[in-house]
């Protein structure tokens, strides 16, 4: 696939807020965009072509419709006994299950980018926005300033939750704040060890608090890492206090050479830690959360 094809945003508007009371919505999440599978191409002459669905790739046409992240995994948890909509029976179910559990919780959903191009047909949002010499692209790329109307409306909107863990490049946090440009103002509140948890975030006068969640990308092991070159702190705290006798065992050993039960141990408290997380940020909107339990 070319660097020059266009891809639209299809779902920024599925949830029409407006019919609701603007004083009801409390939070909002925010990502960066689709996988090629269930965006939109947009061509020169304003044609709009909807790709085809793959089911063996998605479970639906909506935000997170993706088989190679875990975000409604995570966000049914952590309100649960909620639905999980990827357990719906057909796409269509999917997304209407995705809806409510949104709506049933306060929560809007958007993305950062509204069109933009990528490197072949790749996931990651380093392969988004990429150098290309096809000026209908670069005339035509745009990030989603319909957040600021979003925001406007909303007026009980105070949480922001953020799907990847960076705050500056191609990421949400990082787009984010050049949608907003000097209009945003922002102070970390939380920091573990260089890994940035809460922010306190100030648009147009208006105070919000925002998490940067660690990513649900790669079935929600990305970043979280418990390796020889590089260990996440959080996960350590967590590991310390969930299972005190398992850190006893390896803390001090190289990661490399621990027994295929103790690395098995480790993917599993990763999920746990990952479910943590959500947890922490949407049920309890814990500012000061470092992985301790």
């Given at each position: 696939?070319?660097?020059?094809?266009?891809?639209?945003?299809?779902?920024?508007?599925?949830?029409?807020?407006?019919?609701?009371?603007?004083?009801?919505?409390?939070?909002?999440?925010?990502?960066?965009?689709?996988?090629?599978?269930?965006?939109?191409?947009?061509?020169?002459?304003?044609?709009?072509?909807?790709?085809?669905?793959?089911?063996?790739?998605?479970?639906?046409?909506?935000?997170?419709?993706?088989?190679?992240?875990?975000?409604?995994?995570?966000?049914?948890?952590?309100?649960?006994?909620?639905?999980?909509?990827?357990?719906?029976?057909?796409?269509?179910?999917?997304?209407?299950?995705?809806?409510?559990?949104?709506?049933?919780?306060?929560?809007?959903?958007?993305?950062?980018?509204f069109k933009t191009n990528r490197r072949e047909k790749k996931?990651?949002?380093?392969?988004?926005?990429?150098?290309?010499?096809?000026?209908?692209?670069?005339?035509?790329?745009?990030?989603?300033?319909?957040?600021?109307?979003?925001?406007?409306?909303?007026?009980?909107?105070?949480?922001l939750f953020f799907t990847a863990p960076d705050i500056i490049?191609?990421?949400?946090?990082?787009?984010?704040?050049?949608?907003?440009?000097?209009?945003?103002?922002?102070?970390?509140?939380?920091?573990?060890?260089?890994?940035?948890?809460?922010?306190?975030?100030?648009?147009?006068?208006?105070?919000?608090?925002?998490?940067?969640?660690?990513?649900?990308?790669?079935?929600?092991?990305?970043?979280?890492?418990?390796?020889?070159?590089?260990?996440?702190?959080?996960?350590?705290?967590?590991?310390?206090?969930?299972?005190?006798?398992?850190?006893?065992?390896?803390?001090?050993?190289?990661?490399?050479?621990?027994?295929?039960?103790?690395?098995?141990?480790?993917?599993?408290?990763?999920?746990?830690?990952?479910?943590?997380?959500?947890?922490?940020?949407?049920r309890n909107n814990n500012t000061q959360f470092n992985g301790?339990?």
């Amino acid at each position: 696939m070319s660097h020059d094809v266009l891809e639209q945003h299809p779902y920024l508007n599925e949830i029409n807020y407006n019919r609701l009371n603007e004083n009801y919505f409390e939070g909002l999440i925010v990502g960066t965009f689709p996988v090629w599978d269930i965006t939109d191409t947009v061509l020169p002459n304003g044609q709009v072509n909807q790709h085809a669905f793959n089911g063996n790739n998605a479970y639906m046409r909506f935000f997170y419709g993706s088989k190679i992240n875990v975000f409604w995994d995570l966000l049914s948890n952590s309100f649960a006994p909620a639905a999980n909509p990827v357990s719906a029976a057909n796409p269509q179910l999917c997304k209407q299950v995705a809806i409510n559990l949104l709506i049933e919780n306060k929560l809007l959903i958007t993305d950062v980018f509204f069109k933009t191009n990528r490197r072949e047909k790749k996931a990651e949002d380093q392969h988004l926005w990429i150098d290309t010499t096809n000026q209908y692209v670069l005339n035509n790329r745009s990030l989603n300033n319909g957040i600021n109307n979003l925001l406007n409306y909303n007026k009980s909107i105070k949480y922001l939750f953020f799907t990847a863990p960076d705050i500056i490049g191609k990421c949400p946090f990082g787009k984010f704040r050049e949608i907003f440009n000097d209009r945003l103002a922002y102070q970390i509140v939380s920091i573990i060890n260089g890994r940035v948890w809460s922010v306190k975030i100030t648009i147009n006068d208006r105070d919000y608090v925002g998490f940067l969640l660690p990513s649900p990308a790669g079935k929600g092991t990305r970043g979280i890492h418990y390796g020889a070159q590089q260990q996440l702190q959080m996960f350590i705290n967590y590991i310390c206090t969930v299972s005190p006798v398992f850190w006893l065992q390896i803390q001090g050993k190289n990661p490399a050479n621990l027994t295929t039960i103790q690395k098995n141990q480790i993917k599993i408290l990763r999920k746990s830690f990952l479910e943590r997380c959500w947890w922490e940020a949407f049920r309890n909107n814990n500012t000061q959360f470092n992985g301790s339990i």
